[in-house]
């Protein structure tokens, strides 16, 4: 499920004002597609659902004792890292660790756990349904619908399996398909948060938004102290330009999860769409204070700062951005555009040419090599 990344210029002067109007607008519809795009920001985070149905595996379940409390996200990352210091090969610790960092949109951190469970025990069709939501995050979409499939017929009667297939499908951009395959989920289970939390993403993924709404809620009714499904129907919210509505599922996240990023990036997003970019900037900086790994989120902070037009602000942001992931094209793009704004014409040639190499389809990163033609 796709990241969200920001696309649009700024620019002073007379020919300031004429590329900004060209490359904004080319910008603002990349973000839109982005914000738009399935909840992965993005999906935005998957909180793996309980349902009732029961796979079958060698491993018993985590002890209630051993359970991390609801709405308690760190606490339960430092429970987590301490019984793994103690039994490195603890196969539903593992799991059940990878899953709580998935609903924290860690999923990278989420990956090698979730693998090293299914390695280690790979008859456990609930552990695979885990990896394929790890993998989706990833944006590795293949590979999570192999790892659905895999659980699907390790445990065809586990309801998150086929809700987890149909986020893949939505993602690869199978409205339909999606939309038969969480249906199924439903009615294999009707009380999986994760089974309407799918429906609902698959009705967003063809624009049946008041659907998608009714299906998030359900969810949310479902798992009240689980703050990724309240994450989804903020991002339709803001899909759907009810801001204020999108801000107020974020705060109530922030409030049962204070230390969760993906209430103050949500927040940063609401502000973020009505061009409010001062507003953005606290709250994007505060969910990178606590994840400091959030790379589209640093370049986020860049965008905010160009937009503002602060070049010398955007630059170290998108900088770190590509330091922590050299292939990120649109972090590249807005570093060729800030350096560009600072005069600082090889560097931003430099930018431009790593981001086209990157995403050879980058229209805004062709027009700033454009612009340097003869300089």
């Not at 586990?158 to 339909?176: I, N």
């Not at 624009?207 to 703050?227: H, M, S, V």
Request: charged residues 20%.
């Amino acid at each position: 499920m796709g990241s969200e990344v920001p696309k649009a210029r700024g620019r002073s002067g007379v020919v300031l004002g004429i590329m900004f109007v060209v490359v904004a607008l080319v910008g603002l519809g990349l973000i839109y597609s982005m914000l738009s795009a399935p909840l992965r920001v993005n999906h935005a985070v998957p909180t793996p659902s309980a349902s009732s149905a029961t796979v079958p595996t060698s491993s018993p379940p985590l002890a209630a004792s051993q359970s991390p409390t609801p709405g308690q996200p760190v606490d339960a990352v430092a429970r987590y890292e301490a019984m793994l210091q103690a039994n490195p090969n603890d196969i539903p610790t593992l799991a059940r660790y990878g899953e709580v960092l998935i609903h924290r949109g860690q999923s990278a951190d989420a990956l090698p756990k979730l693998e090293k469970a299914v390695q280690l025990e790979p008859k456990n069709g609930e552990y695979r349904a885990l990896l394929c939501l790890a993998l989706d995050w990833q944006e590795q979409y293949n590979k999570a619908a192999d790892a659905c499939q895999a659980a699907i017929e390790l445990a065809p009667t586990y309801a998150p399996a086929y809700a987890y297939l149909a986020e893949v499908q939505a993602d690869l951009g199978q409205g339909e398909k999606a939309l038969a395959t969480a249906r199924k989920a439903t009615q294999m289970d009707d009380n999986s948060a994760a089974a309407h939390r799918a429906y609902g993403y698959a009705q967003q993924s063809i624009g049946n938004f008041a659907e998608a709404e009714t299906e998030f809620r359900k969810a949310i009714d479902l798992q009240p102290d689980q703050t990724y499904y309240r994450l989804a129907l903020a991002a339709l919210y803001r899909r759907m330009g009810r801001f204020d509505e999108a801000i107020v599922q974020a705060k109530q996240i922030i409030e049962m999860e204070p230390n969760n990023p993906q209430g103050y990036e949500a927040i940063g997003h609401a502000y973020y769409r009505q061009n409010k970019y001062q507003e953005a900037i606290p709250h994007f900086k505060k969910a990178v204070e606590l994840d400091p790994k959030r790379v589209t989120t640093i370049t986020y902070i860049g965008w905010a700062y160009y937009l503002q037009e602060s070049y010398d602000m955007a630059v170290p942001y998108f900088q770190e951005a590509v330091r922590q992931n050299p292939q990120h094209s649109f972090a590249w793009e807005g570093l060729g555009w800030s350096q560009l704004l600072l005069g600082q014409k090889e560097e931003a040639r430099a930018a431009f040419q790593r981001a086209l190499e990157i995403n050879p389809d980058l229209e805004s990163a062709k027009q700033g090599l454009e612009r340097l033609v003869g300089q």
